[in-house]
């Protein structure tokens, strides 16, 4: 039992064994589920944020006390040159860039009268603008079996509550770049995908915040998901299993749009 044990924990540290990473917003919530599950699976990690200095340095002092490499970079995905810089820096650090992981994102709920152009342009700014300036830029280090996995949302598709509006434009424009990026670069080997999940266990969206219940009732199982779920598949589309999963927009969500 121990041998079978032993072997599966093997043969799931080779999976990205020798691989590089970036997870972007990797100090709290999925993204921090997320580098930890890609450090486990063997690939060099490194994260970034943009005010939970703390946290991403712990995470950082987890994955090396393992035997993992990680590396904390502080860039708010709200500053082009940041975002470039810290690709930059992952490349000079770890020797290349195979896995670009998008997950840094924020939240702005409210009606459409009262959002303001403030909370528009610094939601474009992360969710969107922050997510195609990385991508141009790691892909240009990125050699054939390159990966590139957005965290999108389900509400890019479904919307079943009022207040959401600006969050699902920029989830949906995720959703659209994944496709279009897919295209741009399948022929080199390097696949696209965007993982959407529905409500996760996290400080955005708490379990037991005022609109759990809601949330709850929209879904089948009726219970939210963990971070460490969403992070099993971005490894699986991370491996070199997923090779021919490109374009996808994949769901994550309990059963929320079911
Ligand atoms: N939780 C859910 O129910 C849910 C559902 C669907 C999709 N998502 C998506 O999943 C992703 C992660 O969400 P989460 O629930 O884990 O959120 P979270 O708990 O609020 O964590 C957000 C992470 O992103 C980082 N971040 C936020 N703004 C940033 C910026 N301007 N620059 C760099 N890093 C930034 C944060 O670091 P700092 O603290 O340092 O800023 C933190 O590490 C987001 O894209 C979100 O839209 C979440």
Redesign the pocket.
Known sequence: MTQALNTQANTSKANLAGKTALV?????????AIARKLATDGAAVA???????Q??EQLVADIRSTGGKALAIR????DADAVKQAVAKTVAEFGGLDILV??????VAGGIADISMEDYQRLI???VT?VFVASQEAQRHMKEGGRIIN?????SDYVPVPGLSL?ALT?GAVASFTRGLARDLGARGITVNNV??????????PANGAFADTMRSYMATGK??T?TQ?ASLVAYLASEDAAFITGANLKADGGFDA
Do not use: C
């Open positions: 972007t917003g990797g100090s709290r919530g999925i993204g921090a994260i970034t944020y943009s005010s939970s200095a946290q991403a860039a708010d995905a709200q998008n997950n840094a994102g924020a939240l700014a992360v969710n922050g965290i999108g949302s389900v509400n969050y989830k959407q999940p529905g409500p996760v266990d996290t400080e955005m969206n939210y998901g971070g969403i």
